[in-house]
């Protein structure tokens, strides 16, 4: 049994990441994502398929300028094709032009593609095995062998499988990594087949390459450490061929802090959610919210019990302390809060309220009854703020609405919509009128501007986001809807809500708590 404890993390996430649908890289992406990877600490990064376009062939050149302190490139691309020398072997020739001291060489280990995809014999895979690997370390690279559909061969025929690997080490790879390559192999296997490869080769690196497609991918990968792997090649976010590869943000974490492995720096550990979120934005995807770990949702708590316990002690709902990966506990208010939950907020307001005061229960009581009619606080804090001055009796309405006028411009020559505003401020009257692109476009400009003359600071005020939902859709045209609009005035940003059968209705409570909230905000001075 291996009983060091060092992991090498080889991180695939331009090159399998590349290979993820809905992902395309730009070479200045692929060079920040390089960079950040590097000062994370991990040991190699495979960063392309130089083989395969003309945009990894200039992404080596233009690399290889990059000062790297922890990782090491790698170029990545297969065996020599069927039947030719490697010297006429275009695809390893471009491997030798990326100039990288180490590459990636994937070949067959599954005697059916063999038969199948290669379409010849199962001699000449093994020389093309050979072959490739002695020419590479001929030239003094460093070689990983990815041994491709490792555990389907190793079910499918054992003697050959393993024979793959024994040429690929005669051949001097520095490493023999397993892989999972359909993803369909389940952790007991992965733990005895790799138990069994670490000690047919002793003192040979032993690496794991599992794909997501039955949602063990990370299992998978721990498993073959147990067993004795000590190379783990994954992906940041788990991007990847088809469902994907094993997330390296998740697999670190559980392989560091819970199985006491040495993946990366200890201090690094906390640049986790910071690297996961940075990753997603350059490959242009949605961070995934419920990612363990890094996940927005990772350390939020929503139901009332869960709520007053973390307040109690916060290992009570969270397998470890959020800030040690970076990540943020957040609190939410819905319908499933307690009082614990929203008493914070009203003593930000009041300080004398206590969770047994009457107003307590009240405020929840109103936020539940809001909630059952499709109100949804949970991202519209700002609306639960004025809730809580209304209720504590700390509101003074700003201005009172006479009324309010919304046209649609047909034909919309310059703009689609018309809206007329006619609002009163100690009792001085005003009436603006506003054209925008869309109903609520040219309410919010008519509202701004007749407030304004007498509240000029709602001139910063401008609305950053919209959101509409429609609540029960089965009601057809009667159908209610949830209003979100985010506001901001250059140095906060808030959100706000309004629900109605109307959604110009609904964008107008919206509307009018968003500018209330800034009111308020700049009286009481926060
Ligand atoms: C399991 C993995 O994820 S491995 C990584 C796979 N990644 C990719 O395929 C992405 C990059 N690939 C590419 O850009 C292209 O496929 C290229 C440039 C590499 C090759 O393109 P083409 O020459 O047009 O071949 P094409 O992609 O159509 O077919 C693949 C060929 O590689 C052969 N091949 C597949 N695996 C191997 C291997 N391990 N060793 C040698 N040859 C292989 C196939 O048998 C097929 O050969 P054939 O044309 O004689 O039938
Ligand atoms: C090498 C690789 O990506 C695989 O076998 O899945």
């Not at 691309?77 to 390893?92: A, C, E, H, L």
């Not at 491709?148 to 499988?161: P, R, V």
Request: with cysteine; proline share 3%.
């Amino acid at each position: 049994m291996v009983d060091n404890k060092e992991i090498i993390i080889y991180d695939s996430t331009l090159r399998d990441g590349a290979q993820a649908g809905g992902i395309s890289y730009t070479l200045e992406d692929k060079l920040k994502i390089v960079d950040r990877l590097d000062k994370f600490g991990v040991k190699f990064i495979e960063a392309g398929n130089p083989g395969s376009n003309v945009k990894d062939q200039e992404f080596f050149a233009r690399v290889k300028k990059m000062k790297l302190k922890n990782a090491k490139l790698i170029a990545f691309g297969s065996t020599r094709r069927v039947g030719i020398s490697v010297k006429d072997d275009p695809n390893i020739q471009s491997l030798i032009a990326a100039d990288t001291e180490a590459v990636a060489i994937f070949g067959k280990s599954w005697d059916f593609h063999v038969k199948e995809v290669l379409k010849t014999t199962e001699d000449e895979n093994l020389q093309m095995i050979y072959d490739t690997i002695k020419y590479l370390k001929s030239l003094g690279k460093y070689v990983v062998f990815d041994a491709e559909h490792f555990f389907d061969g190793y079910k499918n025929n054992k003697k050959y499988a393993l024979e793959t690997l024994k040429v690929a080490n005669e051949a001097g790879a520095d490493s023999l990594d397993l892989c999972d390559t359909n993803g369909g192999t389940f952790p007991m296997d992965i733990y005895n087949i790799t138990k069994e490869v670490v000690e047919m080769f002793p003192g040979t690196l032993i690496g794991i390459h599992c794909h997501n497609d039955t949602g063990m991918a990370v299992a998978n990968s721990i498993m073959a450490v147990l067993a004795g792997a000590r190379q783990v090649q994954g992906t940041i976010n788990g991007y990847g061929e088809r469902c994907g590869n094993a997330d390296l943000i998740t697999l670190i974490p559980n392989l560091q802090l819970k199985l006491g492995f040495k993946c990366v720096p200890d201090e690094n550990i906390k640049h986790l959610t910071s690297l996961s979120r940075y990753v997603a934005e350059i490959a242009n995807m949605i961070p995934n919210e419920r990612a363990p770990y890094v996940g927005a949702y990772a350390f939020t708590h929503k139901a009332g019990m869960h709520i007053d316990a973390v307040k109690k002690n916060p290992a009570s709902f969270e397998h470890i302390d959020p800030e040690i990966v970076g990540n943020t506990r957040r609190i939410v208010l819905s319908e499933v809060a307690g009082r614990s939950t929203v008493l914070d907020k009203i003593r930000e307001i009041d300080p004398t309220v206590t969770k047994d005061s009457p107003i307590t229960k009240e405020i929840i009581d109103e936020l539940k009854r809001l909630e059952n009619e499709g109100y949804q606080f949970e991202s519209a804090e700002a609306s639960f703020e004025m809730l809580i001055r209304k209720k504590l009796g700390l509101y003074q309405p700003f201005f009172t609405l006479k009324e309010f006028k919304v046209l649609i411009n047909e034909p919309a020559v310059e703009y689609s919509s018309s809206a007329i505003v006619k609002i009163a401020v100690d009792g001085v009257t005003a009436i603006t009128a506003a054209e925008g692109d869309g109903p609520v476009h040219a309410l919010d400009s008519a509202l701004r501007k007749a407030l304004e003359k007498f509240y000029p600071e709602l001139k910063e005020v401008h609305l950053v986001d919209y959101k509409v939902r429609v609540l029960n859709a089965e009601t057809a045209t009667a159908a209610k809807v949830r209003v979100l609009i985010e506001s901001t005035d250059g140095k906060d940003t808030w959100t706000t809500v309004g629900v109605s059968t109307d959604i110009v209705n609904a964008s107008w409570i919206a509307l009018v708590d968003s500018l209330e909230y800034k009111l308020c905000k700049e009286k009481v001075g926060k």
